[in-house]
């Protein structure tokens, strides 16, 4: 067999996935690696760190996705470093060697700075960060119910979440529903419904890069469900027992047992790597300046995707780090590779947009489509539609499809487990 071109994919997130699956048929060899064995739905984390569905339900295993792709093999390898001289791929374990590569690994979140609040103030990107927020939630409520101290218990019961964009408005809404619906008859002593939710936003209004009216819309629908939205406040400390807000010039201090970031992301460090190695500039966020085809300047056979990539047309504003941008990104490089192994050129990356949305909590979302704005339930229709379609592998669209609906009728969560360490003595 003649040596075929050797295609490395670092990332098997929505990029690196996208541009696997589109390499099925190319007369290449495909490595596709990853430092999970799986792939992660990340919007759906949320809901995870929430007890509404369980990890299992949002992650596909890689292997088992790629499994009829003949020319494409999975390796479970951290990427350390890229060697762009001898064109190789350090592993934490070793070495892979590429004749075309894909970066795709994402993005992190990001504390400005002040990277001692991430203990405090975990945010949400891994199945692991998803865990761990759930078990603070529900050990909230469990420790309030153990508690005498009414100030102790008010704290408790205090939830604030940090960063206004969806991520922060879909936890503060599912949080808003665990206090009214999902926990109303299981404690004795304490009331859910009593848990004060606190959704604090730079900006002037949630979801800042919605259309005003849609941001208002997601307002009113979070209050109902008892979300108290500060606006105009930033974060200035956080402590074990509480977070320091600040408005203007005046300071406030919450005491609160429980926060979770929603605020700020960061590119993966592989991108700062790669500007190291190629001299390719990097933005704010740590994300890679790519060329109109996705490359980096000087260096064709390297790519750089997803929400690692600062892809802009005409120096306009960058793409989201969003889910369309690195799916149609993937299957864009994907078509490139093959036509050029074909000796066929390949014109400019254009993206398609296909608008953004965000859920609040039941039968209430907002979505910016295309031609049309929708909110509350015609929104959510909508929301749930595209989600089921977009997760991977059958099984886990038809699982998350039967808990949808039991969780709609019956207001349960049922995969709020405490998990982790043995929590006990509870921190009283
Ligand atoms: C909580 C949350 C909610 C979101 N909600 C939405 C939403 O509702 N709609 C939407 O469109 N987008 C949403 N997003 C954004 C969307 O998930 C991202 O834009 C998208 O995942 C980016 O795809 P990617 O391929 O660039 O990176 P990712 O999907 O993050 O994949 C990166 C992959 O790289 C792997 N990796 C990282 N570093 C290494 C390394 N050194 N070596 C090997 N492997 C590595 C990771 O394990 C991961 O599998 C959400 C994101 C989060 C975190």
């Not at 569905?53 to 790629?66: D, E, F, G, K, T």
């Not at 590569?101 to 993005?107: Q, R």
């Amino acid at each position: 067999m003649p040596a075929r071109h050797r295609v490395v994919i670092i990332g098997g997130g929505f990029g690196g996935l996208s541009a696997a699956r589109a390499l099925k048929r190319a007369p290449v060899e495909v490595t596709m690696l990853d430092r999970c064995n799986y792939h992660l739905f990340q919007p759906l984390l949320y809901q995870v760190a929430t007890g509404a569905l369980s990890p299992a339900n949002i992650a596909a295993p890689l292997r088992r996705v790629l499994r009829h792709h003949r020319n494409t093999r999975v390796l479970l390898a951290e990427a350390v470093d890229i060697e762009v001289a001898n064109r190789s791929v350090a592993l934490s374990d070793g070495k892979v060697g590429y004749d075309t590569l894909i970066v795709a690994t994402g993005a992190r979140h990001h504390y400005f700075g002040k990277e001692q609040w991430e203990e405090l103030a975990p945010g949400l990107k891994t199945i692991e960060d998803a865990t761990h927020i759930r078990r603070r939630i529900f050990l909230a409520f469990e420790a309030a119910e153990r508690e005498c101290d009414p100030e102790k218990i008010r704290a408790w019961l205090t939830f604030v979440i940090v960063g206004a964009e969806p991520t922060g408005v879909e936890m503060a809404g599912a949080l808003g529903e665990i206090a009214n619906d999902t926990l109303k008859h299981d404690f004795r002593k304490i009331n859910p419904s009593e848990a004060r939710i606190l959704l604090v936003e730079g900006a002037d209004r949630v979801l800042p890069p919605f259309p005003p009216a849609l941001s208002h819309s997601a307002q009113r629908m979070l209050a109902r469900l008892g979300v108290t939205i500060r606006t105009g406040a930033v974060v200035a400390d956080v402590t074990p027992e509480a977070v320091n807000l600040r408005e203007g010039s005046l300071v406030e201090v919450i005491p609160t047992r429980t926060v979770v970031w929603a605020a700020g992301v960061q590119a993966s460090p592989l991108g700062r790597i790669l500007a190291h190695q190629t001299g390719a500039a990097l933005d704010r966020s740590g994300r890679v300046v790519v060329e109109p085809d996705l490359s980096l300047p000087g260096y064709p056979e390297i790519f750089v995707i997803g929400d690692l990539a600062h892809f802009s047309r005409h120096g306009g504003k960058p793409l989201p780090g969003i889910a369309q941008p690195a799916i149609q990104q993937g299957r864009y490089v994907a078509k490139l590779i093959e036509r050029r192994v074909r000796s066929k050129s390949t014109g400019p990356f254009h993206y398609f947009d296909q608008g953004t949305m965000a859920t609040i909590g039941r039968s209430a979302a907002v979505a910016d489509l295309r031609c049309v704005r929708l909110s509350g339930l015609p929104a959510w229709l909508v929301w749930l539609f595209i989600h089921l379609m977009y997760i991977v592998e059958f099984q886990n669209r038809l699982l998350v499809f039967l808990q949808w609906a039991w969780n709609y009728y019956t207001f349960n969560r049922s995969a709020r487990l405490i998990t982790g360490k043995n929590p006990l003595p509870l921190d009283l």
